[in-house]
T-cell receptor
Framework: DQQVKQNSPSLSVQEGRISILNCDYTNSMFDYFLWYKKYPAEGPTFLISISSIKDKNEDGRFTVFLNKSAKHLSLHIVPSQPGDSAVYFCAASANTDKLIFGTGTRLQVFP | GAGVSQTPSNKVTEKGKYVELRCDPISGHTALYWYRQSLGQGPEFLIYFQGTGAADDSGLPNDRFFAVRPEGSVSTLKIQRTERGDSAVYLC???????????FGPGTRLLVL
């Protein structure tokens, strides 16, 4: 039973354009959502997060949107850069420190 | 400063053997987490320590898996009677507190033949 789903295994975007990565969840008890970025042979690195009491959080080129009624969140990267090429994981927690991860989306940014 | 380190980086073992995976957290971090990432999947929670005690071990798949953190710093994940299905990358993370402050190590890639 996958509580956090990333239905797009891969995404290819041209440099300078917007990248939009999507994530859906099923557990209405989730109250905190995070995005992690992972390069090969490295551990995931925290990117940005959002509390369930908000619908948007922005940090530089990265913005996360949360739609609680649809149980959907998205990560926007604009403008995309070649260094953004990595696997992006969506994760959620329900008032604990235990993270539930999605399966990841591989983003490739090409020149 | 130094990040989370994990040893060994790679481990190949035979079915039925015992393995130990080590995690050195960031100095001063009170919380430590173990996750397992199988091919094509996201990290899957195994166990979480607050200090020396296991605060949540609900993700350990069965009694072949055990983890300790005797002095509240280094942790060891122990797997008995390994099975081919245990093959995965085992990730460790530490945190000073708070769900968004988990810093991950590079992982130990375990292959059970």
């Amino acid at each position: 039973d996958q509580q956090v789903k990333q239905n797009s295994p891969s995404l290819s975007v041209q440099e300078g354009r917007i990248s939009i990565l999507n994530c859906d969840y099923t557990n209405s008890m989730f109250d905190y959502f995070l995005w992690y970025k992972k390069y090969p042979a490295e551990g995931p690195t925290f990117l940005i997060s959002i509390s369930s009491i908000k619908d948007k959080n922005e940090d530089g080129r990265f913005t996360v949107f949360l739609n609680k009624s649809a149980k959907h969140l998205s990560l926007h990267i604009v403008p995309s850069q070649p260094g953004d090429s990595a696997v992006y994981f969506c994760a959620a927690s329900a008032n604990t420190d235990k993270l539930i991860f999605g399966t990841g989306t591989r983003l490739q940014v090409f020149p | 400063g130094a990040g989370v380190s994990q040893t060994p980086s790679n481990k190949v073992t035979e079915k039925g053997k015992y393995v130990e995976l080590r995690c050195d957290p960031i100095s001063g971090h009170t919380a430590l987490y173990w996750y397992r990432q199988s091919l094509g999947q996201g990290p899957e929670f195994l166990i979480y320590f607050q200090g020396t005690g296991a605060a949540d071990d609900s993700g350990l798949p069965n009694d072949r898996f055990f983890a300790v953190r005797p002095e509240g710093s280094v942790s060891t994940l122990k797997i008995q009677r390994t099975e081919r299905g245990d093959s995965a990358v085992y990730l460790c993370a530490s945190s000073p507190g708070g769900v968004e402050t988990q810093y991950f190590g590079p992982g130990t890639r375990l292959l059970v033949l």
